[in-house]
């Protein structure tokens, strides 16, 4: 039988074989649609090429016998990784072998990379064929041949070989590179998706953590305490000791319906359920440098103000110094008195303590 060169689109992969007896002498062959229309031949001077060239010659060219020439252009790169053809389960898959063993449809839907080539009558990696170079393997010496210079046939340790093929680095190579081909003329980036998932999820953790703040600022406002005898484990479990007003007021919240803080309280990881002791004192002590800034700014804006200083001693008896500032609020119209800080006091004289006053003032910014 005469060989006859063919020159065939790489979308060959994904397209029904031309019926011989319809251009036996054709020069140049190029299949671009799923049906059996005519279609205009392409001149190897008009073929859009990729730098993927597949021909007999070239060390990684693809036997078959017929001698054809696989080139690649950019739109059929892109198409073949976006949409592959894949066969009707209806079609019939010739036999190559005396065991009668034929390509099976479960195997594309195992094996995301693997496409079957009418034209070639075997498998490819669709990844391997865009992207691999022409050796692979243990430092990059070893000649690639099935699924990627040429196509599989060996039906009968289809499944093994292709298990051992997904495993290569230079499979998994290519599978990114081709990741990449398709994403990339997307209206976000990689970069930008990745960074819009981290904002949902810092957006997400805010709105938690506003739940938990808005019980602890409630509590304090009200003036009750808020952990009780035991206050530990999953706080949507209901105890019958009594395990404080912070935890029973999540609890509540839940109930009125904060769907974000109830799957958080369920599913959320548990080093981060932003409910222990020292997550409330900090944010505590968060809200109370807030509140003073606040203050300080409304003094500073005053005309003037006065200073109402008291010593008194704790329960570990340390000498304790409460701050008080007296002043004209001009947002309010009126006149407010608003406590500062407690601060200790070592010199109990007159001296002592008015120094004492002027460093505090001067410490919080106060003029």
Same mark, same amino acid.
């Given at each position: 039988?005469?060989?006859?060169?063919? $020159?065939? *689109?790489?979308?060959?992969?994904? $397209?029904?074989?031309?019926?011989?007896?319809?251009?036996?002498?054709?020069?140049?062959?190029?299949?671009?649609?799923?049906?059996?229309?005519?279609?205009?031949?392409?001149?190897?001077?008009?073929?859009?090429?990729?730098?993927?060239?597949? %021909?007999?010659?070239?060390?990684?060219?693809?036997?078959?016998?017929?001698?054809? %020439?696989? %080139?690649?252009?950019?739109?059929?790169?892109?198409? @073949?990784?976006? %949409?592959?053809?894949?066969?009707?389960?209806?079609?019939?898959?010739?036999?190559?072998?005396?065991?009668?063993?034929?390509?099976? #449809?479960?195997?594309?839907? =195992?094996?995301?990379?693997?496409?079957?080539?009418?034209?070639?009558?075997?498998?490819? /990696? =669709?990844?391997?064929?865009?992207?691999?170079?022409?050796?692979?393997?243990?430092?990059?010496? $070893?000649?690639?041949?099935? @699924?990627? *210079?040429?196509?599989?046939?060996?039906?009968?340790?289809?499944?093994?070989?292709?298990?051992?093929?997904?495993?290569?680095?230079?499979?998994?190579?290519?599978?990114?590179?081709?990741? #990449?081909?398709?994403?990339?003329?997307?209206?976000?980036?990689?970069?930008?998706?990745? *960074?819009?998932?981290?904002?949902? $999820?810092?957006?997400?953790?805010?709105?938690?953590?506003?739940?938990?703040?808005?019980?602890?600022?409630?509590?304090?406002?009200?003036?009750?305490?808020?952990?009780? *005898?035991?206050?530990?484990?999953?706080?949507?479990?209901?105890?019958?000791?009594?395990?404080?007003?912070?935890?029973? @007021?999540? =609890?509540?919240?839940?109930?009125?319906?904060?769907?974000?803080?109830?799957?958080?309280?369920?599913?959320?990881?548990?080093?981060?359920?932003?409910?222990?002791?020292?997550?409330?004192?900090?944010?505590?002590?968060? /809200?109370?440098?807030?509140?003073?800034?606040?203050?300080?700014?409304?003094?500073?804006?005053?005309? /003037?103000?006065?200073?109402?200083?008291?010593?008194?001693?704790?329960?570990?008896?340390?000498?304790?110094?409460?701050?008080? @500032?007296?002043?004209?609020?001009?947002?309010?119209?009126?006149?407010?008195?608003?406590?500062?800080?407690?601060?200790?006091?070592?010199?109990?004289?007159?001296?002592?303590?008015?120094?004492?006053?002027?460093?505090? #003032?001067?410490?919080?910014?106060?003029?």
């Amino acid at each position: 039988m005469k060989r006859v060169q063919k $020159q065939l *689109s790489i979308s060959a992969f994904t $397209q029904i074989k031309r019926n011989k007896i319809d251009n036996p002498t054709s020069e140049n062959v190029s299949i671009d649609q799923a049906n059996l229309s005519e279609q205009p031949s392409i001149s190897k001077n008009d073929t859009d090429n990729h730098n993927i060239v597949l %021909t007999p010659d070239s060390n990684n060219s693809m036997t078959n016998n017929s001698n054809k %020439t696989l %080139t690649a252009g950019e739109n059929d790169i892109e198409e @073949l990784l976006k %949409t592959p053809w894949v066969p009707h389960s209806t079609y019939i898959y010739p036999v190559k072998t005396k065991r009668n063993l034929r390509f099976q #449809l479960s195997w594309i839907k =195992r094996f995301s990379w693997l496409s079957y080539s009418q034209i070639f009558e075997g498998a490819f /990696c =669709r990844p391997c064929v865009l992207f691999a170079r022409e050796k692979g393997g243990k430092g990059g010496h $070893q000649q690639l041949g099935a @699924l990627v *210079s040429k196509e599989y046939t060996n039906w009968k340790n289809a499944l093994q070989d292709f298990q051992l093929h997904a495993s290569t680095s230079y499979h998994k190579l290519c599978v990114e590179k081709s990741f #990449l081909k398709v994403n990339e003329g997307r209206s976000k980036n990689i970069t930008e998706q990745l *960074s819009i998932e981290r904002s949902r $999820q810092i957006e997400q953790n805010r709105n938690i953590l506003l739940s938990v703040i808005k019980t602890i600022i409630l509590c304090s406002k009200q003036e009750i305490a808020l952990r009780g *005898s035991n206050d530990f484990g999953n706080v949507m479990n209901i105890n019958t000791f009594n395990d404080g007003n912070f935890r029973a @007021l999540l =609890r509540f919240r839940v109930d009125s319906g904060d769907t974000i803080l109830e799957e958080h309280l369920k599913n959320g990881p548990k080093n981060s359920l932003y409910t222990s002791p020292g997550i409330q004192n900090e944010i505590i002590s968060i /809200c109370g440098d807030i509140v003073k800034s606040k203050i300080i700014q409304r003094v500073n804006a005053a005309e /003037c103000f006065s200073v109402l200083a008291d010593e008194t001693t704790d329960i570990g008896r340390i000498e304790q110094m409460s701050v008080c @500032l007296r002043y004209y609020d001009q947002g309010d119209k009126k006149i407010r008195e608003d406590f500062l800080e407690f601060t200790p006091a070592v010199d109990l004289t007159g001296k002592g303590l008015a120094t004492l006053i002027m460093s505090s #003032l001067q410490n919080n910014g106060i003029n």
